[in-house]
Nanobody, 126 residues
Framework: QVQLVESGGGLVQAGGSLRLSCAASVRTFSLYAMGWFRQAAGKEREVVAA????????YYAESVKGRFTISRDNDKNTVYLQMNSLNPEDAAVYSCGAKYGRSLNPSRIADEYDYWGQGTQVTVSS
């Protein structure tokens, strides 16, 4: 069983930045690819970014490319999402997911993830 705990969400003005963290309670963190997903009110969950088990491969949704950066620290069992130039369309509940396996490329498909955190709210004021 893997427990994921997100932190770092909050209220920020448009153009501002936030850094989300997702801490995993598992000894074998490096066996998992990680992903950040978000769900805005009335909308379906969508992938934001994902990172392979080693950190060597990443994926970004088109809407966040150039603004968001996903990274991981396998020694700290933590994955991060640095979010810059936030706009109101980025407001959502952000959740991290863990997908077991050392695939070359990280998955962008939520159904492929095995574990999820409870989510953290990001609100962007215009």
């Amino acid at each position: 069983q893997v427990q994921l705990v997100e932190s770092g969400g909050g209220l920020v003005q448009a153009g501002g930045s936030l850094r989300l963290s997702c801490a995993a309670s598992v000894r074998t963190f490096s066996l998992y690819a990680m992903g950040w997903f978000r769900q805005a009110a009335g909308k379906e969950r969508e992938v934001v970014a994902a990172i392979s088990w080693s950190g060597g491969r990443t994926y970004y949704a088109e809407s966040v490319k150039g603004r968001f950066t996903i990274s991981r620290d396998n020694d700290k069992n933590t994955v991060y999402l640095q979010m810059n130039s936030l706009n109101p369309e980025d407001a959502a509940v952000y959740s991290c997911g863990a997908k077991y396996g050392r695939s070359l490329n990280p998955s962008r498909i939520a159904d492929e993830y095995d574990y999820w955190g409870q989510g953290t709210q990001v609100t962007v004021s215009s």
